[in-house]
């Protein structure tokens, strides 16, 4: 089915998260508002992942970066090749069914917009919108029960498209901002992989790396760096002792969260977490 929706249609949706990510910032946009900075020339986003806090900002300048190659891809091929992501994915649209992701979830990898369109259609499709790798790198996630899971949804895209127009999009580790960052005209939003609050809670196993605590460190290392230069930089993690005396030195702000996904209901409950700035 050819795209028909006009111009006006198309630019009229404001941009926003297109993936289902673990640790989406999407619900907490109204806490987070009052403390993002207003003055800054260049925005950089080192942990991307479902990267609501740049479609939120839309800022004129910015550098979005993430060690997940696959999500790169992503975002590169609909900044880039947006047509023919939105034709891959009107196909998987077409043949959802238990079969088909199965067959599509175990494909070799193909062109980048087959592996753009592929991850946008396993993520919406999959269980509780999880991003998990086996040992091979391979996205091993079971399909979801989703009764009719928008699969493509050109107008959202585009949006997303004429936002990400501006950006360099990097695969790389967040240490690399010590190589780009350097002034106040700088502002850096560090959103890694949370700390876990307990031994049961797993959200540092985004990709096939998990982030330790000497990676937390580290981090805490390269914040302390660049807010010494006078670079604005923000940081989430979560709320426990480990994290706040890593940067007692700083501003720590508790937000009231919900945490989404988690595979036991029971604990899906409000809980809080830290946003900590260096002004
Ligand atoms: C909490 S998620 C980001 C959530 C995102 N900001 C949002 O609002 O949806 C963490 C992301 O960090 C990425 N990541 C893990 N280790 C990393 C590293 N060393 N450097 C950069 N990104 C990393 C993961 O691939 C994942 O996409």
Known sequence: MPISLSAHQLSSIPPRPFLKWAGGKGRLLFQYAPYLPTNYQTYYEPFLGGGAIFFYLQPAQALLADVNPE???VY???RDHLQAVIEQLKIHSVHHCQDYYYQIRSQPLTTPAQRAARLIYLNRTCFNGLYRENSQGQFNVPMGRYKNPKICDPPLLQAVSTALQTTQIQEQSF???LDLAHSAQDFVYFDPPYHPISVTSDFTAYSRGAFTPTDQE???????????????VML??????????????????PIQAARAINSN??????ITELLITSW
């Open 175 to 177: 240490e690399a901002m």
């Open 71 to 73: 999500l790169v891809n």
């Open 236 to 253: 989430s993690n979560s709320d426990c002792r480990f994290i706040r005396k890593l940067y007692r030195n700083y501003t720590i702000h």
């Open 265 to 270: 209901p029971h604990k899906r409950g409000k």
């Open 218 to 232: 580290h981090l805490a290392h390269v914040f302390t760096v660049l807010a010494g230069r006078g670079v604005q």
């Open 76 to 78: 590169t091929c609909i």
